[in-house]
C-alpha cells in the first residue's frame, strides 16, 4: 500500500547554534504608545486649527480703515467708455428700436443746414418716383 509521505517525522531534529529565531513577539506596548501619540497630536492639531480659524474670523469681522479717503467720494462713479454691457439683450433691443424710429419717421438731421430725415419707405417711393440722377453724355 501506498505510505503517507511526512517529509520531516522520520528526520531527527537538527540542532545548529548558528541559525536562531526571534524569541518575542511584536512589542504590543510601543505600538500603543505610538497610535495613542498619533492620536494626541491629531487632537492638538485639530485644537490648533479650530482656534486659527477663530482667529482669522473675528480679524476679518473687524471694520477696516479706508486706505484711500478719496476713494469714498467716488465710490458710484463709473469707469471710463466703454464699459461692459450688463444687459446686452435689453442694449439690442433699445439700439433696433431707435434705428427702427430713425427709419420710419421725419426728423431733422441739421436745421440750419435744411437737411431733413424721412422715412426709408417713402424715400424709396420718391425715389423711384423722380428717377436717380445720371452724368449726361459728352458729344
Do not use: C
Amino acid at each position: 500500500m501506498a505510505e503517507v509521505h511526512q517529509p520531516h517525522a522520520s528526520h531527527p531534529a537538527v540542532e545548529n547554534p548558528a541559525a536562531s529565531h526571534e524569541e518575542s513577539d511584536v512589542n504590543i506596548r510601543a505600538v500603543l504608545g505610538f497610535a495613542v501619540a498619533l492620536i494626541a497630536v491629531a487632537i492638538v492639531v485639530h485644537v490648533l486649527v479650530w482656534v486659527l480659524f477663530r482667529f482669522f474670523e473675528a480679524r476679518a469681522a473687524r471694520p477696516t480703515t479706508v486706505e484711500y479717503p478719496l476713494a469714498v467720494q467716488q465710490e458710484n462713479r463709473l469707469p471710463p467708455e466703454p464699459r461692459l454691457q450688463t444687459n446686452p439683450r435689453e442694449d439690442l433691443r433699445e439700439l433696433r428700436e431707435s434705428e427702427e424710429q430713425t427709419l420710419t419717421t421725419y426728423g431733422w438731421v441739421d436745421r440750419n443746414g435744411g437737411v431733413v430725415r424721412i422715412p426709408i419707405d417713402e424715400a424709396m417711393r420718391l425715389t423711384i418716383a423722380r428717377g436717380l440722377p445720371s452724368r449726361q453724355e459728352r458729344k
